[in-house]
C-alpha cells in the first residue's frame, strides 16, 4: 500500500457521475480585512545567457504592442526579453529564486509569483529599450502559482500550490506624475481551500474567480469582493489542465470557460484494446456555461466536450489554453510536443510541432504569431498563425549537459512512451505528485480491482512498490508500468528505465501543509507525534520513511478480496486528498472518525487533533 508506482491512474467515465460533487469545507476566508504590506528587498540581476542555465520557461507574454515579449523561467528564477520580430533574445534577468507564473500589467509591467515558501509578489518593467527594471517585491502566500488580473487591473489574484489558498492583493497608482507608476497595495484577503489551487480563471462579469485543482478534478468559486464561497464541485473522472474565457461569436451573451480536461476511466484496465480506444485515459475540451460553477444544475443540456486526437493519433496531456481576440484557440500539448490552433466552433485543429513540452503560449504581432513555452528544450516555439506553420525556434540561453535525472524527466513527461501517446507517466503522478484517482493497471497482477495511485513525491526510496509490494526495485515497477500499464510499442533499455527511476528517487516531497501554510503549532505536534508511538502507529508506519514492507490488514478489502496491503507512506500526507486504496476518505479526518483506522482506543477530540496536527507536519 505505497506508491502505485504504475505511472497512470483511471478515473470514472466521462459521462460518469459524481461532475458537481460537493466538498465539504472547500473554502473560508482566513481573515477578515486588511492583512497589510510588507515590502521586500529586491534585486534585478542581468545574466550572461552564455552561462548554461536551466531554465524551464513556464509564462510567456507580449509587452504591449511591441515586438518584445518576455519569458518567465521557473527554474533559473529568471526573466528572458525576446524580439519577436527578429526571434533572439535581448536579455535575461535574474529577479526570484523560482518562478510560478507571470502576467501583464498595464502594457510593460508584468506581475511574477515568486514560487518559495516564502512566497512574494514582484512586479518588473519592461523599458522602450527592452531592458527590465525592478519595481517592487511584497510578501504573499507561501508557493505562490498561478495569478489572474482583477477586472479593473488594481487588483490581483494570487493561488498558493501547497498552501492550498488563494490572496487578493490591492495594487494601487502612486501620487507620482509619471506615467503607468503604481506601487504595491495590502494583501486584503486569504481564503482556505481543500485542494492545492492549479488554475484561477475570473469570470467576465468580475465579480467571481474560478480556481482549480493543481492535480486532481476538483474546484471553487469565490466572490471577488471578499474571497467568500460561492460554490463547489469536482469534474469527477477528469483532470483539469488548463481554462480560459472562451469568446464565443456565435453566441455573444453567453459567457463561458473553456476547460482542457484528461478523462481517466476507472473502469478500463491496461489492455491494449482499452488504451488504443482512449478507454483507459482520454483528452478533452469541455465547454462549460460560467453559470455552471456557480449554479452546478443549471441547463446540464448546454454542455459540449471537444476531443483532442483520437485512436492512432493521441494527444497526451494537454497543458494550457489561449484565445486570440479574433476567438482562434491555441492549446499546449505537453505529452506529444506540439500546439493545437484552431477554432472551437467548427471543432477544427491544426496540430503543429513544438520543442519539448510546451506548457505556456500566447498569441502576439495582432495575433499573428504564437509563441509557445517549450519547458524541457529552454526555447519558444514561433507559430505563424495564417500558415499554420513554424516560423522559427528561439534558444533562451545555453544549457548545461543532461544528467540521468534530466534524461529521466524527459520520459516521464513524454506520452509517445505510451500506446498511440495517449498518455505519460505525468498523466496521473501530475508534477510527480497524484490525481488521487483510481486505476486498474495490473501493478498488483490482477484486474477488476482498480487502485488509487499515490505520490511518487518523497517515495523514490519506499520500497517495496505496488498496493501488495510486488515490485521489490523501482526499476522493476517502472518497467512493469512502460510496458504493461502503458502499452507501449517501444523497446526500452535498461539505461532509459534507469534514468526514469532515477528522476523518480529524485522528486522532493511536497512541503507539509502546516508548514506551508504557516500554522504549526510545535506543542500540537509534539503531542501528537508522542500519542502517534503509544497507538502503535509506528508499528506499521516505521522510521524516517513512515512504512514497512510488510503487508498488513488494516480492516478492509478490494473487489477481488485482497485483505493485505504494503503500509503506505506517510511522507507527503497532508498533501493528499484521498485516503486507502479505494479512495473512499475524502480527509484525514474522516478516516479516523469514520473508521477509527486499526487504533486500539477511542480517542478524544482533543487527542484527534494532536494526531491531526502531526500528520500534517508531515
Not at 466521462?14 to 529586491?42: C, D, M, R, W, Y
Amino acid at each position: 500500500m505505497k506508491l502505485s508506482c504504475c505511472f497512470l491512474v483511471s478515473l470514472c467515465c466521462l459521462l460518469g457521475s459524481g461532475e458537481h460533487q460537493q466538498i465539504p469545507n472547500a473554502a473560508k476566508p482566513a481573515n477578515n480585512g486588511q492583512v497589510g504590506i510588507t515590502t521586500l528587498p529586491f534585486d534585478c540581476v542581468e545574466v550572461d545567457p552564455n552561462n548554461p542555465l536551466r531554465r524551464r520557461p513556464v509564462a510567456v507574454a507580449a509587452v504591449g504592442d511591441t515586438p518584445f515579449l518576455v519569458v518567465a523561467n521557473q527554474e533559473s528564477g529568471t526573466v528572458s526579453v525576446v524580439d519577436g520580430e527578429h526571434l533572439k533574445v535581448l536579455g535575461e534577468y535574474k529577479v526570484a529564486t523560482k518562478i510560478g507564473d507571470m502576467v501583464c500589467w498595464h502594457g510593460n509591467q508584468f506581475l511574477i509569483t515568486e514560487q518559495t515558501q516564502e512566497g512574494a509578489l514582484i512586479c518588473i518593467r519592461v523599458t522602450a529599450a527592452g531592458a527590465v527594471e525592478a519595481l517592487w517585491k511584497q510578501a504573499s502566500l507561501a508557493f505562490p502559482n498561478k495569478i489572474s488580473l482583477g477586472d479593473d487591473e488594481q487588483g490581483c489574484f494570487v493561488g498558493g500550490l501547497w498552501s492550498r489558498q488563494i490572496a487578493k492583493h490591492e495594487l494601487m497608482r502612486t501620487a507620482t506624475a509619471e506615467e503607468r507608476q503604481w506601487e504595491p497595495g495590502r494583501l486584503r484577503e486569504v481564503a482556505e481551500l481543500s485542494f492545492a489551487v492549479g488554475e484561477l480563471a475570473l469570470f467576465q462579469n468580475g465579480s467571481t474567480i474560478l480556481a482549480t485543482d493543481a492535480f486532481g478534478s476538483r474546484w471553487a468559486s469565490l466572490r471577488t469582493l471578499d474571497l467568500s464561497l460561492c460554490e463547489t464541485g469536482d469534474f469527477g473522472s477528469r483532470r483539469i489542465c488548463g481554462v480560459a474565457n472562451w469568446p464565443d461569436a456565435s453566441e455573444p451573451d453567453t459567457r463561458k470557460f473553456a476547460v482542457v480536461i484528461q478523462p481517466l476511466n476507472r473502469l478500463a484496465q491496461a489492455i491494449r484494446n482499452d488504451v488504443h480506444w482512449g478507454l483507459m485515459v482520454a483528452n478533452e475540451i469541455a465547454i462549460r456555461d460560467e453559470a455552471t460553477f456557480v449554479q452546478p444544475d443549471w441547463q446540464e443540456s448546454r454542455r459540449t466536450t471537444i476531443p483532442l486526437g483520437g485512436p492512432g493519433e493521441a494527444k497526451g496531456d494537454p497543458e494550457s489554453i489561449a484565445f486570440s481576440n479574433s476567438g482562434e484557440v491555441a492549446i499546449t500539448i505537453g505529452g506529444v510536443n506540439q500546439l493545437a490552433l484552431g477554432d472551437l466552433e467548427d471543432r477544427s485543429f491544426a496540430y503543429i510541432p513544438t520543442g519539448r513540452r510546451p506548457v505556456g503560449c500566447c498569441f502576439a504581432d495582432r495575433d499573428r504569431k504564437v509563441f509557445t513555452a517549450d519547458y524541457l528544450d529552454d526555447t519558444l516555439t514561433v507559430i505563424d498563425v495564417q500558415a499554420y506553420d513554424v516560423m522559427g525556434t528561439i534558444s533562451l540561453g545555453k544549457q548545461p549537459p543532461a544528467t540521468a535525472v534530466e534524461r529521466g524527466e524527459r520520459l516521464f513527461f513524454d506520452a509517445t512512451i505510451s500506446h498511440d501517446s495517449w498518455m505519460s507517466c505525468h498523466s496521473c503522478h501530475v508534477e510527480g505528485h497524484t490525481s488521487g484517482f483510481l486505476n486498474d493497471n495490473f501493478s498488483d497482477q490482477s484486474f477488476g480491482a482498480p487502485k488509487r495511485v499515490l505520490s511518487l513525491l518523497g517515495h523514490g526510496d519506499t520500497a517495496p512498490f505496488a498496493w501488495n509490494g510486488s515490485a521489490q526495485v523501482l526499476e522493476e515497477q517502472v518497467r512493469s508500468s512502460i510496458e504493461v500499464t502503458m502499452q507501449t510499442d517501444q523497446k526500452f533499455s535498461q539505461e532509459q528505465v534507469a534514468d526514469l527511476a532515477e528522476f523518480v528517487r529524485r522528486l522532493p516531497a511536497p512541503p507539509a501543509l502546516a508548514k506551508a501554510r504557516k500554522q504549526q503549532d510545535t506543542e500540537l505536534i509534539k503531542a501528537g507525534k508522542q500519542l502517534f508511538i503509544d497507538l502503535n502507529c509506528d508499528q506499521c508506519h516505521q522510521g524516517q520513511t513512515y512504512t514497512s514492507p510488510e503487508l498488513r490488514q488494516v480492516g478492509v478489502e478490494d473487489e477481488l478480496g485482497e485483505k493485505d496491503f504494503n503500509p503506505p507512506s506517510l511522507i507527503g500526507v497532508s498533501q493528499r486528498q484521498q485516503f486507502f486504496h479505494d479512495a473512499r476518505y475524502r480527509s484525514l479526518t474522516d478516516l479516523f472518525t469514520q473508521n477509527q483506522h486499526q487504533l486500539p482506543q477511542e480517542i478524544s477530540a482533543e487527542e484527534l487533533q494532536q494526531l491531526l496536527s502531526f500528520l500534517n507536519s508531515l
